[in-house]
């Protein structure tokens, strides 16, 4: 059974940094490009970023390039997101999710349970 | 990049069926993928792929498409089927490849 846990989801003050983790089990981990997505509350899913299986390729929505960083350990089975000069609009439940096939399209076939950081002096 | 847009809502009683539409311009060049989610719960993959069903998503869950739009159809609607909604689409083709969502469709169990 496929299982991802979110992990560092706090209150951080704005502008500041913040590193969030998820550990995998389940799947041969370094098969699969991995993503974050989140959701403000109450609100819609926005996708944040990707990883290639290897950590060679990454990519990143719109509202965070430049701000936050994607990495991943294939040792350890785990992704991160490492997040930095955080805005309030940043507040959102943060989902750790699995690419559904290993040669693309992007979509998501497994999701953690989420993490939740709010962004607030 | 480029939207989705669904309905904010679509209500139905038990037994009807339910049809929540997706449309953006891209869609007939990229598959499109729908995703419930249960109020407090993530969000599970029903149709990927434009109509193929994960294992374990029920019979009633299909999807279809129609030029620019997108439809997911829920046959025999239960109550248990009360849900968020999204469409899902992506673009691997350019130098910043991205993933969009739809703004979600609250589907109501009358």
């Known amino acids: 059974e496929v299982q991802l846990v979110e992990s560092g989801g706090v209150v951080v003050q704005p502008g500041g940094s913040l590193r969030l983790s998820c550990a995998t089990s389940?799947?041969?981990?370094?098969?699969?490009?991995m993503h974050w997505v989140r959701q403000p509350p109450g609100k819609g899913l926005e996708w944040v970023s990707l990883?290639?299986?290897?950590?060679?390729?990454?990519a990143y929505g719109d509202s965070v390039r430049g701000r936050f960083t994607i990495s991943r350990d294939n040792s350890a089975n785990s992704l991160h997101l490492q997040m930095s000069s955080l805005r309030s609009d940043d507040t959102a439940f943060y989902y750790c999710?699995?690419?559904?096939?290993?040669?693309?399209?992007?979509?998501?076939?497994?999701w953690g349970q989420g993490t939740l950081v709010t962004v607030s002096s | 990049s480029y939207e989705l847009t669904q309905p904010p809502s679509v209500s139905v009683s038990p037994g009807q069926t339910a049809r929540i539409t997706c449309s953006g311009d891209?869609?007939?060049?990229?598959?499109t993928f729908w995703y419930q989610q249960k109020a407090g719960q993530a969000p599970v993959l029903l149709i990927y792929?434009?109509?193929e069903r994960p294992s374990g998503i029920p019979e009633r869950f299909s999807g279809s498409t129609s030029g620019t739009t997108m439809t997911l159809t829920i046959s025999g609607v239960q109550s248990e089927d009360e849900a968020d909604y999204y469409c899902?689409?992506?673009?691997?083709?350019?130098?910043?490849?991205?993933?969009?969502f739809g703004g979600g469709t609250k589907l109501t169990v009358l």
């Open positions: 389940g799947f041969t981990f370094d098969d699969y490009t």
């Open positions: 891209a869609l007939p060049k990229q598959y």
């Open positions: 792929k434009d109509s």
């Open positions: 999710a699995k690419e559904g096939a290993t040669a693309g399209p992007y979509y998501f076939d497994s």
């Open positions: 899902q689409s992506a673009d691997s083709s350019g130098t910043y490849p991205f993933v969009m």
């Open positions: 990883i290639t299986w290897d950590g060679t390729g990454t």
